[in-house]
Nanobody, 121 residues
Framework: QVQLVESGGGLVQAGGSLRLSCTAS????????MRWYRQAPGKQRELVAT???????NYADSVKGRFTISRDNAKNTVYLQMNSLKPEDTAVYYC???????????????WGQGTQVTVSS
């Protein structure tokens, strides 16, 4: 099994910054794409950013130019640097990893437990 542990959420004023981290552990053979999603109260979960195994990145239009996704393959960790935060960025942020288990050699999608980000105006 693969476990994901997230950290870095919190309360910040508008215009501030936060960095989220998500570390994968367990029976990992390889990690492919890594993503961050978010879900605000009463809204559907939305994809925020993606980074592939080749370090290609993609962002939701709402965060382009403000958020940066990166990964450290040696640490099995994905980061989300969030700058110029806005109240509308308030949500629970989830990491999402496509990983191949070293036990089953099967590729599956794994989710983190979520971390709250609150941006005050």
């Amino acid at each position: 099994q693969v476990q994901l542990v997230e950290s870095g959420g919190g309360l910040v004023q508008a215009g501030g910054s936060l960095r989220l981290s998500c570390t994968a552990s367990g029976s990992i053979f390889s990690i492919n794409a890594m993503r961050w999603y978010r879900q605000a109260p009463g809204k559907q979960r939305e994809l925020v950013a993606t980074i592939t195994s080749g370090d290609s990145t993609n962002y939701a239009d709402s965060v382009k130019g403000r958020f940066t996704i990166s990964r450290d393959n040696a640490k099995n960790t994905v980061y989300l640097q969030m700058n110029s935060l806005k109240p509308e960025d308030t949500a629970v942020y989830y990491c999402n990893v496509v990983a191949t288990s070293s036990l089953s050699r099967m590729s599956q999608i794994y989710w983190g437990q979520g971390t709250q980000v609150t941006v005050s105006s």
